[in-house]
C-alpha cells in the first residue's frame, strides 16, 4: 500500500499502523525500494542508508536520484514522508503542495514518537525548510564520459554540478545536450559555467530561422594563458538547466574531455561537426616558424562548412549566427586552406561550423523540416593539418631569383641586339652606299628632265612670278578636287603599292601615330589610380576574394603576394620593348637626318608610335593584372581584361597601319573604339541577360560590317543618304555575266569572308550561350581576330613572294613554342569566380614551382614572354624590305 495519495483527499493512516509496519514494508512503501538499496543490512540508529528519491518522474513511473541521511528509527517516518511531499511539488501547483504540508504538519503532533519539545522543534523547522525548497535545485556531481538523464518543469531548474580535479585549467570540456520533448515555444535553456567562461544556448537550436536541432553540443573555451605548474584544486563546472515548460522535458547531458585540441605542425587531426555541433581548435605558433598554412580537406561535397580564424579569445564565435563575425572566414565543401603569420596572431582559435542550409556553398537549398530533427544526415567529417611555409628568408631568395631571370633576358636580348645591328652593318653598308648613289643620280636626272632648265632663267622675271601666284590662288579649289579625284582613283586599283598609300609627308604621320602613346598614358593614369585605391582597401575578405588558397603566399598586407608578383614579368618586358623600339627609332632618326628622302622611299615607313603605345599597354596590363589579383572577383575582372583588349587592339592597328599609313585610325577614334567595348564588358558583367546580348549582337554587327567595308574600299566606302538603297539595286540587277559576285580585290574578300564567319560565329554562341564571363568572351574575340589577321599578313607576304628573314622565323618559332606552354597552364583552372567560393576551392592546387608560384602564376611568365616575342615579330617582320622601294611594296 501507499502511505499517502496527494490525489485523494484523504487523512493519513494512523501512525500505530505504520508503526506496526515492519522497517522494510516503511521503505518499500515511501520511496519504492526494497532494503538491498541501502548500504546497510539493518536498521538500526545512526546508520547511513541511501534512500532512492521518485523527484523527477510522474506519478507512476519512478527514477532514481542518491539522497544519504542519517536514518532513525523513530523519525524516519515523518522524514520519508515530506521527502515524498516536496517531490509530489514538483508536479503539482505550489498551493497543493502547502496544503500537504500543513496536513503533514498537523499528524506530527500527535505522532507517539514525538517525545520531546527539542524534537518537535527540529521536526517543525525542517518542514518550513521542506516547503520552500520546491524551486531550488540540487547540484549533482557527475563524471566525465556518463551520460546524464532527467527532467525539468516549468516548477523547478535543475543545476548539473560536475565536479572533478582539475589538475591542469587547459583541460578542453565539451558539453552536449540533448531533447526530444522541447519544442521552440517551449525550449530547454541551458547555461554553462566554468571558472571564466560562461555558455549559453536553447534546445531545439534554431538556425537560419528555420532549421531546428535537438541536440546540441558546444566546447568550453580553455584558458589558455593558466600557469600549469600551481597546485591543483578542484575546478566546478555548472550546467544549469531550465524551462517554462509546464510539461515536464526529457533530456540527457553529457560531459566529456576533448582530446587533440591543440594543432601542431604535421600532426594531422580528424574531426567531425554538423550545425548545431561546431568544433574548434587551438594553434600557437612555435618560437622558430614565421608562417603557416591551415590546411582543411574533406571527402564530402554535400555540406556546406564555414572555417574561421580568429583570435583565442573567449568565448570563441562558433555558431553560424556569429562565426562571421571576428577574423578571416571562408566556406568551403572539399578544401580550405589559410595562410597565416605569427606577426598578424601569435595564437588563434581555428572553428569549424556547418551550415544548415548549403546554399552559400552550392546555391542548391535543404528542405526545412517541420520539427526539430538530430543532425545525424548533415554531419561532416574532415581533417585539419598545420604545415610550415616559407620564412622571410625563403621569399627573398624566391624574389631575387625570379627578378634574376628577367636580367638575363635583358642581356640576352642587348645581346642578340648587337650582334644583329653589327651584323646588319657589316653586310648592307655597301649595298646601302650604293643604293644611295644611286637614289641621288636619279633624282638629279629627274630635276633636269622636269624643269628642263627653264625654270632658273624664269625666276627672275617678276610679271610670270605674279601671273604664277593668280593662277595658283584661282586654281586651289580645283586642285584639291583633282587631288581628292586622284586620291579616290589610286586607292582604287586593282594592285595597290605602298607608294599609293603613303603619299603624305613622313612627318605628318609620324607626329599622327606619335599621339597614340601619349593618350594611352593619360587613360592608364586615371583608370589605374582608383583600381588600386579600390584593391587595397578591398583585400582581406577571403570569401570575396577567389584565390588560390593553397598556394597563397601572403606579404606586405597581400594575402595572395605570389599571384601579384608574378606579373612584374609584363611590367619588365614591356619595358625592355620600350627601349627596343626606342633604339631602332633612334637609328631610324639617325638615318633620316642623313638623307631623309633616301629612307621614305625605301622599306616599309618606319612610324614608331604604335610600337610604342603597345609596349606602354604591355606594362600596363602587369600593373592592372596585378590590382585585379590583390582580390580576384567577377567584378573587378575588367581591371585584367581592360589592357587585354588594348593590346590586341592595338597590335592589329599596327598591322594594318604597316601597308596603310595614310588611311589608319586617328588615335581619338580608336581609343573611343576601346572604351566602347571596356563600357560594354562592364555592362556584361553587371547585366548579363538576353536583352543585353541582343543590343551587343546589333553594335558588333554594325561594327563588323563598316570595319569590312573599311578594309575593302581602303578608305574610299561612305555611309551616305541612300546607299542601302544603292546595294540592294546593285544587288538585284547585275548583269549577265554577274561582275558583282566577282570581287574586285579576291585577296581581301577571301580574308573577310574568314573573318566575318568567324565573328558571326561569336554572335550566334554568344547569344545562345550569354557567358557570365562576358570580358573573357571579348579577349577571346580580339584574340582570335588578331591570331587570323596575323596569319593573313604572313600568307600575303608568302604570295607575294615576301620571305620572312631568319630572325622574324625564329623568334615566330619561340613566340609560338611559348604560346603554347602558356596555354598548357591557363589551362589548368585554380580558382574561378564563374562558381561559388567553396566551389572554387575545390580546383586548388599547391604550389608547382619554387614553393611560391602555382600554375596560374606560370601563365604570368610564359604569356607576358609569349607577348613581347610576338611584340618583337612585329618588329622586325618586314626587315626584308629594308632596301625595298615603295613602288615594289604591294598593299594588302
Known amino acids: 500500500m501507499k502511505l499517502f495519495d496527494l490525489k485523494a483527499d484523504m487523512p493519513l493512516p494512523p501512525m500505530e499502523c505504520a508503526v506496526n509496519l515492519s522497517e522494510e514494508q516503511i521503505l518499500e512503501d515511501i520511496s519504492g525500494v526494497r532494503p538491498d538499496d541501502c548500504i546497510f543490512t539493518d536498521f538500526t540508529e545512526n546508520d547511513w542508508c541511501t534512500i532512492v528519491e521518485n ?13 544519504k541521511f542519517k536514518v532513525n528509527s523513530e523519525t524516519m517516518l515523518a522524514f520519508e514522508y515530506l521527502n515524498k511531499c516536496q517531490m509530489m511539488s514538483w508536479k503539482l501547483q505550489e498551493e497543493k503542495c502547502h496544503a500537504e504540508l500543513k496536513i503533514c504538519h498537523k499528524h506530527s503532533l500527535s505522532m507517539n514518537f514525538f517525545h520531546l519539545p527539542a524534537q518537535h522543534l527540529l521536526w517543525l523547522m525542517f518542514c518550513a525548510l521542506k516547503l520552500f525548497r520546491w524551486n531550488l535545485a540540487d547540484d549533482i556531481q557527475w563524471q566525465y564520459g556518463k551520460l546524464y538523464s532527467g527532467a525539468v518543469a516549468s516548477r523547478g531548474s535543475n543545476v548539473l554540478r560536475l565536479a572533478f580535479n582539475r589538475t591542469f585549467t587547459q583541460d578542453v570540456i565539451r558539453i552536449s545536450v540533448q ?16 571558472t571564466k567562461t560562461i555558455l549559453s544556448w536553447q534546445v531545439p537550436l534554431a538556425l537560419e530561422n528555420k532549421f531546428q536541432y535537438n541536440i546540441v553540443s558546444r566546447t568550453l573555451c580553455p584558458d589558455v594563458d593558466a600557469v600549469e605548474d600551481l597546485p591543483a584544486v578542484d575546478r566546478w563546472l555548472y550546467v544549469e538547466l531550465s524551462t517554462n515548460s509546464p510539461h515536464l522535458l526529457n533530456f540527457t547531458v553529457l560531459a566529456t574531455r576533448t582530446e587533440n585540441f591543440q594543432l601542431q605542425i604535421n600532426r594531422p587531426i580528424n574531426l567531425t561537426a554538423s550545425p548545431p555541433q561546431p568544433q574548434f581548435l587551438f594553434f600557437k605558433f612555435p618560437e622558430d616558424v614565421d608562417r603557416v598554412v591551415i590546411r582543411v580537406n574533406s571527402d564530402d561535397d554535400s555540406e556546406c562548412m564555414v572555417v574561421s580564424i580568429q583570435p583565442a579569445q573567449c568565448p570563441a564565435f562558433d555558431l553560424d549566427t556569429n562565426v562571421k563575425f571576428l577574423g578571416d572566414y571562408q566556406t568551403m565543401t572539399k578544401k580550405a586552406a589559410v595562410t597565416l603569420h605569427k606577426t598578424s596572431m601569435s595564437q588563434v582559435h581555428v572553428v569549424f561550423v556547418v ?36 620564412s622571410n628568408d625563403d621569399y627573398v631568395l624566391v624574389i631575387g631569383s625570379t627578378l634574376a631571370v628577367y636580367a638575363v633576358i635583358y642581356i640576352v636580348v642587348f645581346l642578340f641586339w648587337l650582334v644583329f645591328y653589327c651584323r646588319d652593318e657589316l653586310r648592307f653598308r655597301h649595298i646601302r652606299k650604293d ?59 586593282v594592285s595597290l603599292m605602298v607608294a599609293d598609300l603613303a603619299r603624305k609627308p613622313y612627318k605628318q604621320n609620324d607626329r599622327k601615330y606619335s599621339i597614340y602613346p601619349w593618350n594611352l598614358l593619360t587613360i592608364a593614369i586615371f583608370y589605374i589610380l582608383p583600381v588600386v585605391q579600390l584593391e587595397v582597401i578591398q583585400t582581406g575578405d577571403q570569401d570575396l576574394c577567389f584565390y588560390n588558397f593553397e598556394c597563397a603566399r601572403p606579404l606586405w598586407g597581400i594575402f595572395a603576394f605570389n599571384s601579384v608578383f608574378s606579373n612584374v614579368g609584363y611590367v619588365l618586358l614591356g619595358l625592355l620593348f620600350l627601349i627596343l623600339v626606342w633604339m631602332r627609332d633612334a637609328e631610324n632618326q639617325r638615318q633620316l637626318n642623313r638623307n631623309e628622302a633616301f629612307y621614305t622611299h625605301y622599306g616599309i615607313p618606319q612610324h614608331y608610335g604604335l610600337f610604342y603605345a603597345m609596349g606602354m599597354a604591355l606594362a600596363l596590363e602587369g600593373i592592372l593584372s596585378g590590382c585585379y589579383h590583390v582580390c580576384p572577383n567577377f567584378a573587378n575582372f575588367q581591371f585584367d581584361t581592360a589592357f587585354m583588349y588594348m593590346i590586341a587592339a592595338l597590335s592589329m592597328l599596327k598591322i594594318y597601319q604597316i601597308r596603310h ?55 574610299q566606302w561612305r555611309i551616305e543618304r541612300g546607299a542601302a538603297i544603292r546595294i540592294f539595286k ?3 540587277s547585275c548583269n549577265k ?15 573577310l569572308l574568314f573573318g566575318n564567319v568567324l565573328n558571326i560565329a561569336f554572335i550566334i554562341v554568344g547569344i545562345i550561350k550569354q557567358f557570365r564571363d562576358f570580358p573573357l568572351y571579348l579577349v577571346v574575340i580580339f584574340i582570335s581576330n588578331l591570331l587570323l589577321y596575323l596569319l593573313f599578313y604572313i600568307a600575303m607576304k608568302m604570295r607575294h613572294k615576301e620571305h620572312l628573314n631568319y630572325r622574324a622565323i625564329l623568334l615566330s618559332g619561340l613566340s609560338c613554342i611559348s604560346w603554347g606552354f602558356s596555354l598548357l597552364f591557363f589551362l589548368q583552372e585554380q580558382s574561378s569566380w564563374r562558381f561559388t567560393a567553396a566551389q572554387s576551392r ?9 614553393g611560391f608560384y602555382d600554375a596560374h602564376d606560370i601563365w604570368h611568365f610564359l604569356s607576358a614572354i609569349s607577348l613581347f616575342l610576338s611584340f618583337v615579330v612585329l618588329l622586325v617582320i618586314d626587315d626584308d624590305l629594308v632596301y625595298t622601294t615603295h613602288n615594289e611594296i604591294p598593299v594588302f
Open 730 to 732: 546593285e544587288f538585284f
Open 179 to 194: 531533447s526530444s520533448d522541447a519544442r521552440l515555444q517551449w525550449p530547454l535553456l541551458v547555461v554553462v559555467r566554468d
Open 661 to 715: 599609313p595614310d588611311i589608319n585610325a586617328d588615335s581619338h577614334v580608336a581609343y573611343a573604339v576601346m572604351a566602347m567595348f571596356i563600357f560594354l564588358a562592364v555592362i556584361g558583367v553587371v547585366y548579363n541577360g538576353l536583352p543585353f546580348w541582343i543590343v551587343f549582337s546589333i553594335f558588333y554587327a554594325i561594327l563588323i560590317f563598316t570595319l569590312s567595308a573599311e578594309f575593302y574600299y581602303k578608305g
Open 55 to 67: 523527484e523527477n518522474a510522474d506519478m507512476d513511473s519512478e527514477s532514481s536520484k542518491s539522497t
Open 435 to 493: 643604293l644611295l648613289v644611286a637614289f641621288e643620280e636619279e633624282e638629279a636626272t629627274s630635276g633636269i628632265g622636269e624643269n628642263y632648265g627653264a625654270i632658273n632663267s624664269l625666276e627672275s622675271d617678276p610679271l610670270i612670278q605674279n601671273r604664277v601666284r593668280t593662277r595658283e590662288h584661282s586654281s586651289s579649289v580645283e586642285e584639291e578636287e583633282e587631288h581628292s579625284l586622284e586620291k579616290v582613283v589610286v586607292r582604287t586599283k
Open 355 to 390: 551550415k544548415a542550409n548549403p546554399y552559400e556553398c552550392n546555391y542548391m537549398s535543404t528542405l526545412v523540416p517541420a520539427d526539430p530533427v538530430s543532425d545525424v544526415n548533415q554531419s561532416k567529417s574532415f581533417q585539419v593539418l598545420v604545415e610550415k611555409v616559407m
Open 842 to 850: 575545390e580546383l586548388n592546387n599547391r604550389c608547382i614551382f619554387l
Open 737 to 751: 555575266t554577274c561582275s558583282w559576285y566577282c570581287p574586285s580585290y579576291p585577296d581581301r574578300m577571301i580574308f
